[in-house]
């Protein structure tokens, strides 16, 4: 074993960190509040080669290796960029740029990953429907095909960045009668007829990420816009997990050692009863249980990205492992953050209750915390 | 980046349930309350690990891993002698090994490591930690000889060990002095077993003017001082023990909720069930990452090996306690046997919380560091 990062890699997540303190950081607030998309922020990350980091040159991609890929979106959580911020980037980069790049045929890549890389078009995956949530296989949407085109009709719901995607990556039955083998993925372009997001959703945390329903009604679509084999759709999705698990989860474990930095140094400024707080054991404990926690989940995320590094098959348990643990018990160090800003982490101003309502996503998105018990259980 | 064991861990990891297994190994069950049939029982089990390479020093980063999971193997499979055997084989020796004159290690050494002679780390004192409250053992340079005074408690393995690494304070610094165990004026009480059934009882020293040579005493240089090797150490013993005993209640659940039927069908087949054994397998799968990383991290001589130390500690010997007690309500009624592993790891984690670097002040050295 070797747990060691590379010069390069430590070097890079430094260099992340002090772009995104400076580019990222200081709009996050303002974006929060009004719960809006930071396009200008998403474009820097483009320019800095953030958004297809891991996907070829030619495509303006750089090549990065999957560690660094992940690190990097550690670095983003850590920098202090919202939970929202990094959740359109993971959705955008990894569940549709990804999957072009894997299963697309090459006039695909031409045509859709330049301008997803550089940031001047956003992407979203549309799997989720409000009767198919982690039960993919109960999908309603169809995609019919009539020649030379296929046509969706069915609805979408929670689709990160659905209000302001320029390219969905659709998952619809091509064959209803069958289950998971039924369903197919396709390309669909904003503007297209018969497909429209509605409105932006509401939602606890993660805000600055818009996140809506997306609806087809009669929507055509060429044959070309099929990625991949008719009824892959389903492993194509599968597929995205180890990204999912690692690079989506990352920036959570780093948004965890921002609010540890934050909260330690909070600490050591509160003054009550004649000293800092940092002083009290109640304190320190739960700073260190905070630590405590950042390392462990630092581990298997790591761990899942290596894994995926390393070119091995679906690391379905490893993923399952890291997802329920970072989902579950990063709970308690979210709370313990806004705890130790006492009414201060009720606020807005300090950050806390913005990770805190951010943080509660992690047991939630993705595939909930039960739907992973049920994937470890399986695997025992 | 590497997250895999080698394959030389594995082997290693293998060779000791091997040698648990074998017709050789010796059985714990009548040696409980005897410390002589406790220490032969220690003897041999170490004479048949070392043979076997277990007890090899860790001199490197790759190394301190293999060793890491084959000592939470030998927890796991061997939950008696685990504790006994490592403090005297593992914690003694390898402060001898890294501090010890060459003639400490010449006339030392090689009898620890062969299980000719038994080691006791005499540490603590009044209370198990030794962070709060200074050592009030002390001693004084007479002639060629220090003067010993004072008492040691919670000494595991004080009912048969033949050498003590006695912990004092010498000109207002700390330093180790190799005491042995017929050394006039050192009077041993045994103690009470620990909870669970381990071989190791926890007993008592009181040194009334025991005089030791000069050359018994060790006092490393270097920037960690000679508590924080000597805590740091037990804390790894500590959490490849925690470690072991996880593994152990894990799988013991695991292979009942297989096996056992009821309401028609296996209890894995129920929802409550299954979900218990994914959290403690994603505790488990945690607590090795981070058991790993650390003796990865105290090899390399990393800055901040002391920290990540503790923050293991906390997490391995908390998380054990959790699987343990999850494994004990899948098991049910079959847990409630006194044999039964599950339950010797939900009586044994317990010890792996309160002792070395307490849990509560292990979390008051990780909140200062990073405060």
């Excluded at chain 2, 003694?92 to 050494?109: E, H, N, P």
Aim: hydrophobic share 40%; aromatic share 8%.
């Amino acid at each position: 074993m070797d747990f060691s990062f590379t010069r390069e890699q430590d070097m890079f997540r430094k260099e992340v960190i002090r772009f995104a303190r400076k580019e990222i950081v200081p709009r996050v607030e303002e974006h929060d509040l009004k719960g809006t998309f930071d396009f200008e922020s998403f474009r820097k990350m483009g320019a800095f080669g953030l958004l297809g980091l891991h996907l070829p040159e030619k495509y303006g991609g750089s090549d990065a290796d999957v560690v660094t890929t992940v690190m990097a979106g550690e670095a983003l959580g850590e920098a202090g960029v919202d939970g929202g911020l990094t959740l359109s980037y993971g959705a955008h980069t990894f569940l549709c740029a990804d999957t072009l790049f894997c299963h697309g045929t090459e006039a695909q890549r031409e045509k859709y990953l330049p301008g997803l890389i550089s940031g001047e078009q956003i992407g979203c995956m549309g799997l989720t429907e409000p009767d198919a949530g982690s039960d993919v296989a109960s999908m309603r949407t169809t995609a019919e095909k009539r020649d030379g085109s296929y046509v969706l009709n069915g609805s979408k719901i929670f689709i990160t960045n659905g209000p302001i995607a320029d390219v969905a990556l659709v998952y619809a039955k091509t064959d209803p009668t069958k289950q998971h083998e039924g369903i197919s993925a396709f390309i669909v372009e904003k503007g297209t007829k018969g497909f429209s997001a509605g409105e932006p959703l509401k939602k606890m945390g993660c805000r600055t990420s818009t996140t809506s329903e997306l609806f087809f009604q009669d929507c055509e679509i060429p044959e070309e816009n099929l990625v991949g084999q008719e009824g892959f759709g389903f492993l194509m999705a599968m597929q995205t997990v180890e990204w999912d698990r690692s690079a989506l989860l990352a920036p959570m474990v780093g948004a965890i050692r921002h609010t540890l930095d934050k909260s330690s140094g909070y600490a050591k400024k509160r003054t009550q009863f004649g000293r800092p707080i940092s002083h009290f054991q109640a304190t320190k404990h739960k700073i260190a249980d905070m630590r405590i926690f950042y390392e462990s989940a630092r581990l298997l995320v790591y761990r899942i990205a290596w894994c995926k590094e390393q070119g091995r098959p679906l690391n379905h348990l490893e993923a399952a492992v890291a997802k329920l643990y970072v989902g579950d018990w990063s709970l308690k160090p979210n709370n313990d953050a806004v705890l130790i800003h006492g009414g201060y982490g009720y606020c807005h101003e300090y950050g806390m209750e913005r990770a805190f309502r951010d943080g509660r996503l992690a047991p939630i998105g993705g595939g909930t915390s039960d739907i992973q018990k049920k994937i470890i259980s399986k695997l025992m | 980046m590497n997250f895999d064991l080698s394959d030389s861990d594995k082997n290693r990891v293998a060779a000791v349930a091997e040698v648990v297994a074998g017709s050789d190994y010796p059985a714990t069950a009548t040696a409980a309350n005897d410390a002589t049939a406790c220490g032969n029982v220690l003897r041999k089990g170490t004479l048949l690990l070392s043979a076997a390479g277990h007890l090899a020093s860790s001199d490197n980063a790759e190394r301190a891993v293999g060793t890491m999971a084959a000592m939470a193997a030998l927890a796991e499979h061997d939950a008696k002698c685990y504790l006994p055997l490592e403090m005297s084989a593992r914690v003694v020796a390898r402060f001898i090994d890294t501090f010890g004159t060459a003639d400490q290690k010449k006339r030392y050494l090689a009898g620890l490591l062969a299980g000719k002679t038994l080691g006791a780390l005499a540490l603590a004192e009044n209370t198990m930690n030794v962070v709060n409250d200074p050592l009030s053992a002390t001693a004084t340079a007479q002639g060629n000889e220090y003067v010993l005074e004072g008492a040691k408690n919670h000494v595991v393995n004080a009912a048969c060990a033949d050498l003590f690494a006695v912990v004092a304070t010498l000109e207002g610094e700390p330093a180790a002095f190799l005491v042995e165990r017929e050394t006039a004026k050192l009077s041993i009480q045994a103690g009470a077993p620990l909870p669970g059934g381990g071989l190791a009882g926890c007993g008592s020293l009181h040194l009334e003017g025991c005089s030791v040579a000069t050359e018994a005493m060790i006092r490393p240089s270097g920037k960690q001082g000679l508590l924080e090797h000597l805590r740091i150490w037990e804390n790894e013993v500590l959490v490849a023990g925690a470690l072991g005993r996880m593994q152990a209640a894990l799988a013991e659940a695991q292979a009942h909720a297989r096996e056992h039927v009821t309401g028609g069908k296996p209890l894995i087949a129920y929802q409550e069930v299954a979900f218990k054994l994914a959290e403690m397998l994603t505790l488990t799968q945690t607590a090795q990452l981070m058991a790993y990383k650390t003796a990865w991290l105290t090899a390399a001589g990393d800055r901040e090996s002391a920290v990540f130390n503790a923050c293991t500690k906390v997490f391995c010997t908390e998380a054990a306690e959790r699987v343990s007690s999850e494994a004990l309500s899948i098991l049910s009624a079959r847990g409630l046997s006194a044999d039964c592993p599950a339950q010797v790891s939900y009586q044994q984690v317990k010890y792996t919380q309160v002792a070395g670097t307490s849990n509560e002040i292990a979390r008051v050295m990780i909140g200062d560091a990073e405060m």
